[in-house]
């Protein structure tokens, strides 16, 4: 078994080529040549990277250091990492793929280009299939490429709500839905849609308002208003002009005639703007959505570029962290054997 490194790293390097470990890699050029860029260093990204360092396979990660949760200070659902912190977990995700000599690299990858000496099949020739190029206007070539760029969080323009997003300011009740149990929650409807946030919350609070907001009552549904009232959930008209809060703590929502609501929670439904400008510049097939364009995938993570994976939320805006690991995961291993049997086909057809 191909041992670690023993000079583990804890955070971001600033990209010499050098490899710290045992695995042999095919990457071209010295410093700028890889296997695999990986572009985005959350849980797809390190996911992918693991892998792939593991396959002794040379990769590079670029990360630009924009976690989605980051206003988060714990994380949920995912086994055996419950209630750790992102930041945390992301430390220690950085430390184990260096561990296996993989390099990683604080930036932002501003565009990708793809070279013309592949086979046009999607499996490449051994040679360098992809140009990056960095900000700082550093460039590095790569065979493959995995995506995985996450989404950015547009919350709505109501004083207060940024400032407590991740606190008790939330959007997901399978991500903080135990810690905030039973307390008065509040949901600000977005849409129509936002119903079935409304819905979903009753599961952990029998104390639920549904704050109409923009949203006109006809707007809803007769099957809506029969849920609703069914899940104990009180439908308040008028738009919120803003949050309440005593000694750093949601106490209550502000309408725009001057009334409060006692809240201690308020769930809000954040606009998801998916990060796919990479993937547009290649080329890369895109399905519109309710919450977003997003790549048109395979079960691996494949996009329509040949050569080109996408993990995490690049790829859909409900990839809790638990998801886009596995996400990470199924991508590398997919490039690892695409890489394999390219070489082998390579090295049998001269």
């Not at 793809?114 to 700082?136: K, Q």
């Amino acid at each position: 078994m191909t041992e670690k490194s023993g000079k583990p790293r804890d955070g971001f390097a600033h990209g010499t080529g050098e490899r710290d470990g045992t695995g042999t890699g095919t990457g071209t050029g010295t410093g700028t040549g890889y296997d695999v860029v990986v572009v985005g260093g959350g849980a797809a990204g390190l996911s992918a990277a693991l892998v792939l360092g593991r396959a002794r396979l040379r990769a590079l990660v670029v990360d630009a250091g924009e976690p989605r949760n980051a206003p988060s200070s714990h994380m949920q659902g995912y086994l055996s990492r419950d209630g750790m912190s992102p930041a945390a977990f992301l430390a220690a995700g950085r430390e184990e793929v260096a561990g296996y000599g993989v390099e990683l690299l604080a930036g932002r990858v501003t565009d990708v280009t793809r070279n013309d000496t592949g086979t046009g099949t999607g499996t490449g020739t051994g040679t360098a299939d992809f140009t990056a190029l960095l900000d700082g206007g550093r460039t590095v070539r790569a065979r493959r490429l995995i995506v995985a760029t996450g989404l950015k969080d547009e919350l709505p323009a109501v004083p207060g709500v940024a400032e407590r997003f991740g606190r008790d300011v939330l959007h997901c009740p399978f991500c903080h839905g135990w810690e905030v149990r039973d307390q008065p929650f509040g949901v600000l409807a977005s849409s129509a849609m936002s119903v079935h946030q409304a819905l979903m919350v009753s599961r952990w609070s029998k104390d639920v308002v549904f704050f109409l907001h923009t949203v006109a009552e006809e707007e809803l549904s007769d099957q809506d208003l029969r849920r609703l009232a069914a899940a104990g959930v009180d439908v308040v008209p008028g738009e919120v002009a803003g949050l309440v809060a005593e000694d750093d703590r949601l106490t209550g929502v502000r309408l725009a005639d001057g009334s409060v609501h006692a809240r201690s929670v308020l769930y809000v439904g954040p606009r998801p703007v998916p990060r796919t400008s990479l993937l547009e510049r290649l080329g890369a097939e895109l399905s519109e959505t309710p919450f977003g364009a997003y790549p048109v995938v395979d079960p691996t993570g494949l996009t329509s570029v040949p050569g080109v994976w996408a993990a995490g939320n690049a790829v859909g805006f409900a990839e809790q962290v638990v998801h886009a690991a596995s996400g990470g995961y199924r991508a590398a291993a997919a490039i690892v054997g695409d890489l394999l049997m390219t070489d082998l086909d390579t090295a049998t057809t001269g």
